[in-house]
């Protein structure tokens, strides 16, 4: 199954919540030091309540962990193959490097999507797309503090992320698998992004630590007929709890968002 028909199945079951596997040891349970085994207790708490696993690249890069990084998302495939996994590598290159990237998500790891960087233009974009049953997650309008140094500059009189959005929803989207990367710390960008890509989902980053607001998420970057979104909590499920019941905590973090997510959506 498609990853765009894994992801409106989730939708259709009630949950817009995606679950990021971003691990750092130091913050683990002292009972816990192996970072596939944290994951497995996150996942098994919480795929029921998950649209989407998204488990960040550096986090298992940084430390030597890409075996688990890997164990990971095989894990996910066996055990909870309707649950999909979004690599986020956030990869960005040449064509021909960006068609050995797309190999490494799609075929090494066996990701359902990545996210990717559309910094150097089109052929950085289209070699990933062309995995037609794969999701392609562009960085469009980002939830960090300077995203609008470059991101909001205009070009000629519109900022950068509509002519991303634009191009990813009249040009890259042939297959129907391109998504955006849309923060939920830029409500007014959302609006407008959603006004010109009316049809791609958002993965939306920024719920939580970085103070993205909730409400005018879902009032902004829904589809016009509702669902549309896969909106990020890594940090405050995770590490809901430092003690021996981390998975239970997580598993209440998850529920608590899912459901304030589908109250406000009514």
């Given amino acids: 199954m498609s990853f765009s028909n894994q992801i409106k199945q989730r939708w259709q079951q009630g949950t817009a919540v995606c679950v990021g596997l971003d691990p750092l040891p130091e913050l683990f349970p002292a009972a816990v030091s192996d970072i596939f085994a944290f994951n497995k207790a996150i996942i098994d708490a919480t795929a029921d309540l998950a ?6 690249f550096a986090h298992y890069a940084a430390v030597a962990a890409e075996p688990a990084l890997k164990q990971t998302i095989a894990y996910i495939r066996e055990f909870y193959p309707s649950v999909p996994v979004i690599l986020d590598s956030k990869r960005g290159d040449i064509g021909s490097t960006a068609t050995m990237y797309a190999r490494e ?3 090494h790891y066996q990701a359902d999507a ?14 990933f797309a062309d995995y037609a049953d794969k999701g392609v997650i562009v960085l469009c309008r980002t939830s960090n503090p300077s995203a609008g140094e470059f991101q909001n500059r205009l070009i000629d ?3 950068l992320y509509l002519h991303v959005a634009r191009l990813a929803q009249e040009q890259w989207n042939r297959h129907g698998n391109i998504s955006l990367v849309v923060g939920a710390t830029a409500p007014e960008e959302m609006r407008r992004i959603r006004a010109v890509a009316p049809d791609l989902p958002f993965l939306v980053p920024g719920i939580g630590a970085q103070g993205g607001d909730l409400q005018a998420t879902v009032d902004n970057g829904r589809f016009a007929g509702g669902q549309g979104l896969m909106i990020n909590s890594s940090r405050a499920i995770l590490y809901a709890s430092s003690g021996a019941d981390f998975a239970q905590a997580a598993r209440a973090a998850t529920l608590t968002l899912k459901n304030a997510i589908n109250q406000l959506a009514e």
């Fill in 157 to 159: 009189g519109e900022p």
């Fill in 105 to 107: 998500a799609f075929e």
């Fill in 114 to 127: 990545v996210t990717v960087n559309p910094y150097m233009g089109s052929d950085t974009v289209l070699p």
């Fill in 51 to 56: 649209c989407c696993f998204k488990p960040q």
